[in-house]
C-alpha cells in the first residue's frame, strides 16, 4: 500500500480513470517463484467492465509473468503520469524562515486486482488491435494492423499472451505541494 496523507489523496474516479489512459504505460508488480517481478506494459483501460474496471494488456510468450505469479498475491499496476523535484530556493518561506527542504511532487496512480491470462489467438488480435488504435490515434495517418502482411502480424501475435486485470482498487496520490501555503505555491 502506497503511503498516503490526506491531503495527498486523489479518489476522483474519473481523474484516476484519466491518469491511466493518459500514461496507458503501467508498471505490473507481481509475485511468482522467484519472488518479486516488475514489467513494464502498456494497458488499455475498459471502465465499462465491472465495478473498477478492467486493465487489458499483453506480454512476450517468452515472459515467465503470464504463467509465473501467484494469484494469492494479485497484481499491482502503478501509472505514473508527471514528477518534479521541488528546490527549497522556489519557496518564498526560504527567505523568510528558511523552514523549507527539498521533495518531489508526483502524480501516480496505483490499480489492485486480480490477473487472468488469455493464450488465445482471437482476445490477443482484438486487445493488439484496441492498443494499435488508441495510440495511433493522435498520428495524421494511424498505422493499422492491416497495415502489415497478415502472415507477419499472425507470426507476431503468436509470440504474444494477454493478461486481464479486473481491477479490485484504484488508489491514487497526487502530491503537488498542498501542504505549503498559498505563498510557497506562488513561488
Known amino acids: 500500500m502506497v ?8 479518489t476522483d474516479p474519473g481523474v484516476l480513470e484519466d491518469v491511466i489512459a493518459a500514461s496507458a504505460l503501467g508498471m505490473l508488480i507481481t509475485v511468482g517463484s522467484a519472488g518479486l517481478a516488475a514489467n513494464h506494459i502498456p494497458f488499455v483501460f475498459d471502465r465499462a467492465a465491472g465495478e473498477h474496471g478492467r486493465l487489458l494488456g499483453h506480454v512476450a510468450r517468452n515472459n515467465d509473468v503470464w504463467h509465473d ?12 503520469v508527471a514528477d518534479a523535484y521541488i528546490s527549497p530556493n522556489w519557496y518564498v518561506t526560504k527567505q523568510t524562515t528558511h523552514e523549507v527542504v ?7 496512480v496505483h490499480v489492485y486486482g486480480s ?19 488508441r495510440m495511433e490515434s493522435s498520428q495524421p495517418v494511424p498505422w493499422k494492423m492491416a497495415d502489415a502482411p497478415r502472415p507477419y502480424t499472425d507470426a507476431q ?31
Open 115 to 133: 490477473i487472468t491470462v488469455h493464450d488465445d489467438a482471437k482476445w490477443v488480435r482484438g486487445q493488439a488491435g484496441m492498443l494499435t488504435r
Open 102 to 108: 527539498p521533495t518531489w511532487n508526483y502524480a501516480v
Open 157 to 187: 501475435l503468436r509470440d504474444i499472451v494477454g493478461i486481464d486485470i479486473s481491477v479490485h482498487r484504484l488508489v491514487g496520490k497526487f502530491k503537488a505541494s498542498q501542504n505549503r501555503d498559498a505563498a510557497d505555491l506562488a513561488g
Open 3 to 10: 503511503y498516503l496523507l490526506p491531503h495527498f489523496e486523489m
Open 69 to 80: 505469479h501467484d494469484p494469492d498475491h494479485g497484481a499491482l499496476v502503478v501509472f505514473q
